[in-house]
């Protein structure tokens, strides 16, 4: 990528300012394609420790970088404002990407940075016996799309759903049950999963009233735990339950994850987990609690309960060890909620403690809660919205958009409005209202807190899901109507051939921005990719679309006796170029859509 190879040249151009030992260059993009294709406030840094003048330095390092010559896709660098250094590519080496996209196809982004590692990544881990809420659709959206973007980099990725299904929680839920039994009999194989929500909600409400029942439900976790048949048996018919609705959610969202493994799998992988630490010398007794007292933590990590029961965070380190043991990951990423970031701080310091691994093998990339305006959902008070709701809600919005022809104002193209009335529109409705609720959620910086509003949520313009999947329906709608076949493998050595012959001028501003954006898509998916960050695929996607869309307002692609274009026929190298220029475009967005787990669809 330009990037690197700009990194490596400037690095050797330093050198000769006296600066030793590691240097380390940030490159971004210009906002202003009048500021170059990339900038970069080295010298600003570099004046700091040599304490000079940023401004002088910079224009120092660009004559010297002139002299012993810049990379050969480089056609200028400018020092500018109090110290950047700002830099333009060759008209030659944006259209060598043009081809380069073409050429890859639904491979076009994809590196190799993961070669030979292997990350497991842990997500969605919804809570047996509650209906799929609103607030796992983000640890389950952001940890698919950072699957999706880590393999697309060439890591070897697990997906460890990894449930919660068991804990206190479950003690609870069985005193409910089972006090609903003395009074009528229930069969537990019969229960809904709105059945165990609504049972797991009256306890809360009857303990208000009644506190004695927060000891008998310990009771009965306890009995859980030593695996007594009574409490087992109510037990595996919540867990069959809510699996069977999960699943139906997944498929709904179009989530597979590689391994299914609850709490209750570690059962019989904790007590060498405690021998560990006994080993260490780690494990410590307070009233009558087993703790690991942990330096730099006012608070304890404890590992089991006063009366024996053990804790979430026992259960997460036999899940590491069992991790290491069958995978040997070179990292282990947690997406869950920031409310949790104590605990992954607790666990990740325990083992590094064990020997269980670094602490840079443990990452936890926390998300911000979906909220009410007025606080946090709470299934204790049965206020959570249901994900399946917000689904179908959604879908329906689409329905209605669809069948108007129209989106939100954006007129859909005569080419592709009407196609949904073939059968097809369920399908659409179904993608375009998941891709709104998916592409919501990902466009935001995860470590930001959501205010659940429907129309915010379920909007189909502008900066949405749906305004992409139009742009890319947009692109395929005119390559289906192009006069001429062009098919990629003929137009990768004919569209190179005429950019060579063709200088920057002869193309118009929307065509060349066009070009000046579509090669950043690998530098995106690869600092997504290392950041956890599905974000960023978000805002390059949208800032493309604009782009073409504006592109294909003001310029006329395909060749048609009948149109003309500033005066005079379109050219048929003109139409061929554009119509690559369009491929192109369609081919990214199809790529980003996929990483972001977003369908792209081809009619709309």
């Given at each position: 990528m330009?990037?690197?190879?700009?990194?490596?040249?400037?690095?050797?151009?330093?050198?000769?300012?006296?600066?030793?030992g590691?240097?380390?260059?940030?490159?971004?993009?210009?906002?202003?394609?009048?500021?170059?294709?990339?900038?970069?406030?080295v010298?600003?840094?570099?004046?700091?420790?040599?304490?000079?003048?940023?401004?002088?330095l910079?224009?120092?390092?660009?004559?010297k970088w002139?002299?012993?010559?810049?990379?050969?896709?480089?056609?200028?660098?400018?020092?500018a404002?109090?110290g950047?250094?700002?830099?333009?590519?060759?008209?030659?080496?944006l259209?060598?990407?043009l081809?380069?996209?073409?050429?890859?196809g639904?491979?076009?982004?994809?590196?190799d940075g993961?070669?030979g590692?292997?990350m497991?990544?842990?997500?969605?881990?919804?809570?047996?016996?509650?209906?799929?809420?609103?607030?796992?659709l983000?640890?389950?959206?952001?940890?698919?799309?950072?699957?999706?973007?880590?393999?697309?980099?060439?890591w070897?990725?697990?997906?460890?759903?990894?449930?919660?299904?068991?804990?206190?929680?479950?003690?609870?839920?069985i005193?409910?049950?089972?006090?609903?039994?003395q009074?009528?009999?229930?069969?537990?194989?019969?229960?809904?999963?709105?059945d165990?929500?609504?049972?797991?909600?009256?306890?809360?409400?009857?303990?208000?009233?009644?506190?004695?029942?927060?000891?008998?439900?310990?009771?009965?976790?306890?009995?859980?735990?030593e695996?007594?048949?009574?409490?087992?048996?109510?037990?595996?018919?919540?867990?069959?339950?809510?699996?069977?609705?999960?699943?139906?959610?997944?498929?709904?969202?179009?989530?597979?994850?590689d391994?299914?493994?609850?709490?209750?799998?570690?059962?019989?992988?904790?007590d060498?987990?405690?021998?560990?630490?006994?080993?260490?010398?780690?494990?410590?007794?307070?009233?009558g609690?087993?703790?690991?007292?942990?330096?730099?933590?006012?608070?304890?990590?404890?590992?089991?309960k006063?009366?024996?029961?053990?804790?979430?965070?026992?259960?997460?380190?036999?899940?590491?060890?069992f991790?290491?043991?069958k995978?040997?990951?070179d990292?282990?990423?947690?997406?869950?909620?920031?409310d949790?970031?104590?605990?992954?701080?607790?666990?990740?310091k325990i083992?590094?403690?064990?020997?269980?691994?670094?602490?840079?093998?443990?990452?936890?990339?926390?998300h911000?809660?979906?909220?009410?305006?007025t606080?946090?959902?709470?299934?204790r008070t049965?206020?959570?919205?249901?994900?399946e709701?917000?689904?179908?809600?959604?879908?329906?919005?689409?329905?209605?958009?669809?069948?108007?022809?129209?989106?939100?104002?954006?007129?859909?193209d005569?080419?592709?409005?009407?196609?949904?009335?073939?059968?097809?529109?369920?399908?659409?409705?179904?993608?375009?209202?998941?891709?709104?609720?998916?592409?919501?959620?990902?466009?935001?910086?995860?470590k930001t807190?959501?205010?659940?509003?429907?129309?915010q949520?379920?909007?189909?313009?502008?900066?949405s899901?749906?305004y992409?999947?139009?742009t890319?329906?947009?692109?395929?709608?005119?390559?289906?109507?192009?006069?001429?076949?062009?098919?990629i493998?003929k137009?990768?050595?004919?569209?190179?051939?005429?950019?060579?012959?063709?200088?920057?001028?002869q193309?118009?501003?929307?065509?060349?921005?066009?070009?000046?954006?579509?090669?950043?898509?690998?530098?995106?998916?690869?600092?997504?990719?290392?950041?956890?960050?599905?974000?960023l695929?978000?805002?390059?996607?949208?800032?493309?679309?604009q782009?073409?869309?504006?592109?294909?307002?003001?310029?006329?692609i395909?060749?048609?006796?009948?149109?003309?274009?500033?005066?005079?026929?379109?050219?048929?190298?003109?139409?061929?170029?554009?119509?690559?220029l369009?491929?192109?475009?369609?081919q990214?967005?199809?790529?980003?859509?996929?990483?972001?787990g977003?369908?792209?669809?081809?009619?709309?």
């Amino acid at each position: 990528m330009f990037a690197e190879e700009i990194k490596k040249s400037l690095v050797r151009v330093i050198r000769d300012f006296g600066v030793f030992g590691e240097i380390k260059i940030s490159l971004e993009h210009p906002s202003d394609l009048a500021h170059g294709d990339y900038s970069t406030n080295v010298a600003m840094e570099l004046a700091k420790k040599q304490n000079k003048n940023p401004k002088e330095l910079a224009e120092e390092i660009v004559s010297k970088w002139k002299d012993v010559g810049l990379p050969d896709f480089v056609e200028k660098v400018e020092a500018a404002g109090a110290g950047f250094i700002n830099i333009w590519l060759k008209f030659t080496a944006l259209s060598r990407q043009l081809t380069e996209v073409l050429k890859n196809g639904d491979g076009f982004g994809r590196s190799d940075g993961g070669k030979g590692k292997t990350m497991v990544v842990d997500y969605s881990s919804p809570n047996i016996a509650k209906p799929f809420g609103i607030g796992h659709l983000r640890s389950t959206n952001l940890g698919q799309a950072i699957y999706n973007l880590s393999k697309f980099c060439g890591w070897k990725v697990i997906g460890d759903n990894h449930l919660g299904d068991w804990g206190t929680q479950f003690g609870r839920l069985i005193c409910q049950i089972e006090i609903k039994n003395q009074k009528s009999k229930i069969k537990n194989k019969e229960l809904t999963i709105e059945d165990l929500e609504r049972l797991y909600v009256e306890f809360h409400k009857d303990l208000e009233t009644k506190p004695e029942l927060e000891e008998e439900a310990r009771m009965w976790f306890k009995k859980l735990e030593e695996g007594d048949s009574e409490a087992k048996e109510i037990w595996q018919a919540c867990v069959d339950i809510s699996l069977k609705e999960f699943n139906r959610i997944y498929d709904l969202l179009g989530v597979k994850i590689d391994v299914t493994l609850g709490e209750s799998f570690y059962q019989d992988k904790m007590d060498e987990v405690l021998e560990d630490c006994r080993n260490k010398g780690l494990l410590k007794e307070s009233e009558g609690a087993l703790v690991v007292e942990l330096p730099g933590m006012e608070v304890p990590a404890m590992l089991v309960k006063s009366d024996g029961a053990t804790t979430y965070l026992l259960r997460d380190l036999a899940a590491v060890k069992f991790r290491i043991r069958k995978w040997n990951p070179d990292l282990i990423v947690y997406e869950v909620g920031a409310d949790q970031s104590l605990h992954f701080q607790q666990l990740f310091k325990i083992c590094e403690l064990l020997g269980y691994g670094q602490l840079n093998q443990f990452v936890h990339v926390s998300h911000g809660l979906i909220r009410w305006p007025t606080g946090k959902f709470s299934t204790r008070t049965g206020e959570t919205i249901h994900l399946e709701k917000v689904l179908n809600e959604a879908i329906e919005r689409a329905k209605k958009i669809a069948n108007k022809g129209v989106n939100n104002g954006v007129a859909i193209d005569p080419a592709i409005a009407g196609q949904n009335a073939t059968g097809r529109g369920e399908k659409i409705a179904q993608a375009v209202g998941i891709g709104a609720i998916k592409y919501n959620d990902l466009k935001q910086n995860s470590k930001t807190d959501i205010i659940f509003d429907w129309e915010q949520i379920l909007t189909l313009s502008g900066n949405s899901g749906p305004y992409l999947q139009y742009t890319y329906a947009r692109t395929q709608s005119v390559i289906s109507r192009s006069n001429i076949k062009y098919q990629i493998s003929k137009t990768q050595p004919k569209t190179q051939n005429e950019l060579n012959k063709i200088t920057i001028q002869q193309y118009n501003n929307e065509e060349i921005a066009l070009l000046r954006t579509l090669y950043k898509f690998p530098e995106v998916v690869g600092e997504a990719a290392r950041t956890y960050s599905p974000n960023l695929v978000c805002n390059f996607l949208f800032d493309l679309a604009q782009k073409f869309n504006l592109f294909y307002d003001k310029h006329r692609i395909l060749v048609d006796s009948s149109q003309q274009l500033v005066g005079r026929r379109l050219t048929e190298e003109q139409s061929h170029f554009r119509l690559a220029l369009t491929i192109a475009v369609g081919q990214i967005l199809k790529n980003g859509l996929t990483l972001l787990g977003i369908e792209p669809l081809e009619r709309m």
